[in-house]
């Protein structure tokens, strides 16, 4: 699983059956105890699918009534590394030897704003004096 696929998992439907809940029905009158109103056509929807916007009043209802905590609901599916992803080790750069200590330090190396400059290199040239 890559980054870029990687979402938010929705695990109600987990919770609800660790907690013994078998129908929306029963979950919608677990949170109309707690104090929240929900429909039972919603409460549907909800648990087909995590919601694009979760209103944190409804999460917090969710928590008391099925007695969890938001990171039961939710979970963040780990991030694998390449070689998980596809078994083969990425080759990594050859590292370089550490300088020996009797050899001199090579001083920094000096570039002018035209060393960077793209193009044929001109050499040059002296203008005629008048």
């Known amino acids: 699983m890559s980054s870029a696929s990687a979402k938010l998992q929705w695990r109600i439907g987990i919770v609800m059956a660790e907690r013994g ?50 990171g039961d609901l939710l979970h963040i599916p780990t991030i694998s590394s390449p070689e998980q992803e596809t078994g083969v080790t990425p080759i990594s750069p050859p590292e370089a030897a550490p300088p020996s200590s009797d050899a001199a330090p090579t001083p920094p190396r000096q570039t002018s704003p035209m060393s960077r400059a793209v193009g044929p290199k001109l050499r040059p040239r002296s203008l005629p004096t008048p």
């Not at 677990?30 to 209103?55: C, F, H, N, W």
């Open 21 to 70: 809940i078998r129908t929306n029905r029963d979950l919608v009158r677990r949170l109309r105890d707690v104090g929240y109103r929900i429909s039972e056509p919603t409460m549907s929807r909800v648990r087909r699918q995590l919601p694009a916007k979760l209103d944190t009043e409804f999460l917090s209802a969710l928590c008391h009534a099925l007695e969890a905590q938001p």
